[in-house]
């Protein structure tokens, strides 16, 4: 699979199954940093394993909600890495195309 191609299959998971996200930390009263996010959640292990090969970040499982106790594994990628992710794949999104623009912009002001 090319380069091109794996920002491709990326960008219809994170379409379907993911989130892009601009959080807010509290240090103190006089410290505050913000960063981003990319979240990935499935119940396929293959799945979350070829993200983590393929993009890096880290992964874990979750219990299913109390209508279906099948697991559910996350894969996450915080900080730069995720900024630098999403701007890679952001021509190829369809569904979050609108939101990942927004959230670019405020973290590209907040950097």
Do not use: P
């Not at 491709?8 to 996200?21: H, N």
């Amino acid at each position: 699979m090319t380069v091109q191609e794996k920002a491709i299959y990326l960008a219809g998971i994170v379409d379907g199954e993911g989130s892009i996200t601009i959080y807010k930390h509290i240090r103190n009263a006089k410290k505050v940093d913000y960063g981003g996010f990319l979240v990935v959640t499935n119940t396929s292990k293959e799945l979350i394993l070829w993200l983590c090969n393929n993009f890096g970040g880290s992964w874990c499982i979750r219990q299913g909600n109390s209508l279906s106790k099948k697991e559910v594994l996350r894969w996450q990628l915080y900080g730069k890495d995720a900024l630098f992710l999403v701007m890679k794949i952001s021509r190829f999104l369809i569904i979050k195309r609108k939101t990942k623009n927004k959230k670019l912009k405020a973290f590209y002001l907040l950097q």
